[in-house]
């Protein structure tokens, strides 16, 4: 038998196209580290037309001095590039867009640059490949959509290259894994070079170049919410959440989305769920950012332990002093892992619930809307049913039953339950609750193959509104289930066209159950059940521990 053939080219052309993009940095470079002056033309001499490249934009940490240097760059040099990441968050990302440097985007959230992103893309200017999930995109890296080079950023890296990313660990790991082992090229930018790291996060193997930057690279405290803004319709949805859905099925293990609907749910915890005899009964395992209106539910003993997708500015010394709870190193600060905490949300958790923009009659639910495209980062990872899940629980099999019904003879199954928290009114009188998602005119004016939809509705299992709660997975017929929808949307037009008899049908079969059916007076849902009213006491509830940024100060 013959040996494989060999193309004309060799089985190593990325490893010679890496030996000759090192070998035109390499005048660049003191062994691995170049100075920030030198930072366009490194990314000149490294960065080829149609290159896929990543600039590490997170939830929180980004790589912004890497971002600003790529912006400055030669247009005739640096063209043609495939973006490939996870989150668009500073105005370089669109910028190096704008600029008629980019000519495609494979991403999975925009934040704040939704509406910059959409009018590109209405102009013909930009072609999205697709709006991943994140856990959807990292996949991606191993597979189909590899960087080529990969900007990402450090606390520190020691003289060899080793890296320390520290608690905002985040994207890194899987970013620099799928670039280094594919003949990619990585550039870290560093707040500073040391001679013995705290701990070794990526090893200086996987690390080609690094910079240090004039300042601190930038981290988004994009998990605080102020409980001052908190309002009491949000106490009232808390309170109906913890009472119909989190004691109903013995919610311990689940992930909250970010808002002021869930912050208010942490912040009840060790008031009214306490008051209830919940604790050690729900809420004792989490994949959560640490959020700070997490920490009286911690200091009560509610909860056992919390993985982290990043972490959170002002959050570092409380979560060091915490190690019983949150995962940390032998250095003594938290290592966050984004992949992972997908992960463990989307398999080892019961319970997503969050909130959105508009949901429609059959459930489904998205935050983009025509002129926004925003994306939707984890959201439809923790909010779906894992199909692959093997182990069982008291809440995850009871969800599997409500759905299927019992004896139908059917191969027993479980089901994740994914919640939607919202008022039934929006802020500037938005209503919640549409006929049609707005994803669809979005997918229309934008070229896109799907509406852009964050759950769709076969994975939704309950609303929560301040009108009450519906249970889904209870609903036998779509009919039923738009009832349902239409029974706890309000006075919005969608509330108002439900059909009376069928919604009180619902109820008396425990579908619907209002907030007194619950046992809830909605005058007793008042802030004064906030375990913390403000930032202040946040503060003072982590004995001092918590150092918020300062426009959360007002002291």
Known sequence: MQGAEHPPAGWD??????????????????????????????????????????????????????????????????RELHLVQSVLALPEHIDIIERGQVARLDFSFSGQQAGRLARLVEAGRIRIGAIHTYLELYARYFVDLTPQVALVAAQAADRQGNLYTGPNTEDTPVIVEATAFKGGIVVAQVNEIVDRLPRVDIPADWVDFTLVAPTPHYVEPLFTRDPALITETQVLTAMIAIKGLYAEYGITR???????????????????????????????????????????????????????????????RYVAARPDVFFIGADGTMRSNRALCQAAGHYACDLFIGSTLQIDLAGNSSTATKGRIAGFGGAPNMGA????????????????????????????????????????????????????????????????ELPPVMI????????????GIANLLLCRSPEEREQAIRGVAGYTPVGLARDKRMVENLRDRG????????????????????????????????GGLYEPPKKYRNW
């Not at 990325?14 to 470079?29: D, E, F, G, S, V």
């Not at 915890?269 to 997490?294: Q, S």
């Not at 899940?389 to 759905?403: I, K, T, V």
Request: glycine fraction near 8%; hydrophobic fraction near 40%; include cysteine.
């Open 385 to 448: 049913d894992a199909r692959g899940r093997r182990h069982a629980s008291p809440a995850w099999l009871r969800a599997g039953r409500e759905a299927r019904g019992e004896g139908t003879g059917t191969m027993p199954r479980g089901q994740k339950l994914v919640a939607q928290i919202v008022e039934t009114y929006r802020e500037h009188m938005q209503p919640a609750f549409v006929e049609q998602l707005d994803a669809w005119a979005l997918a229309e004016s934008a070229g896109m």
């Open 511 to 542: 579908i619907i159950r209002r907030p007194q059916d619950l046992g809830i007076d909605p005058r007793e849902a008042t802030r004064d059940l906030l375990a913390a009213r403000n930032i202040k006491e946040l503060v003072h509830a982590s």
């Open 254 to 316: 689940l992930n909250h989305g970010i808002g002021f609907d869930t912050a208010a749910i942490e912040l009840l915890l060790p008031t009214y769920a306490a008051e209830l005899g919940l604790k050690g009964k729900i809420c004792t395992h989490w994949a959560l950012n640490p959020h700070p209106t997490l920490i009286p539910a911690i200091e009560a003993g509610f909860v056992q332990s919390v993985h982290s997708f990043g972490s959170e500015v002002g959050m570092e």
């Open 456 to 467: 769709y509705g076969e994975d939704l299992s309950h609303i929560i509104t301040e009108e």
């Open 13 to 78: 052309r990325q490893a010679r196209n890496r030996a000759a993009r090192l070998a035109r940095a390499a005048p660049l470079a003191r062994g691995k580290q170049v100075d920030a002056g030198q930072a366009v033309a490194l990314l000149e001499a490294l960065i080829e037309p149609g290159d896929r490249l990543c600039i590490e934009g997170n939830n929180q940490k980004q790589a912004d001095f890497l971002a600003r240097a790529l912006v400055q760059t030669d247009p005739a040099r640096v």
